[in-house]
């Protein structure tokens, strides 16, 4: 499958559920909010997400919930694994929370645009 609209679209959702992920974290943690500190907390989960998109699953369906679900498996163990190698510590409190909040933004708006094509198509029909 080519460069699509929705390739496109999910791409940039994704790269905006981490940034946001950063964002808040930095923010919920009183850290400095200028972009150079920004992208030092981000960088390592954008590393992971862009592992993932290099697969053939989520670059064919990047949409569906199966890629969503490899999209956090790169986004969560690549990107714990670089911060962890640059902090040189994991707080398991971090990476809990890294799962979840991830979780919601990478998985939660596939769910909701599947449910809205859902919703379109039933009252097409």
Do not use: C, K, N
């Not at 907390?41 to 053939?56: D, E, K, N």
Request: proline share 3%; no cysteine; net charge positive.
């Amino acid at each position: 499958m080519g460069y699509t609209r929705i390739t496109a679209l999910a791409l940039a959702a994704d790269v905006v559920a981490v940034v946001v992920f950063a964002a808040v974290g930095r923010t919920s943690h009183a850290e400095a909010d200028d972009v150079i500190g920004l992208l030092a907390t981000v960088m390592p989960f954008l590393v992971g997400l862009a592992v993932a998109w290099a697969t053939p699953l989520v670059r064919d369906r990047p949409a569906g919930l199966r890629a969503g679900a490899v999209v956090l498996a790169g986004t969560v163990v690549i990107g714990l694994a670089l911060r962890a190698g640059f902090t040189g510590r994991l707080p398991v409190s971090f990476a809990v929370v890294t799962v979840v909040a991830l979780a919601v933004l990478l998985l939660g708006w596939r769910a909701l645009s599947i449910a809205v094509a859902h919703g379109a198509a039933q009252r097409v029909r």
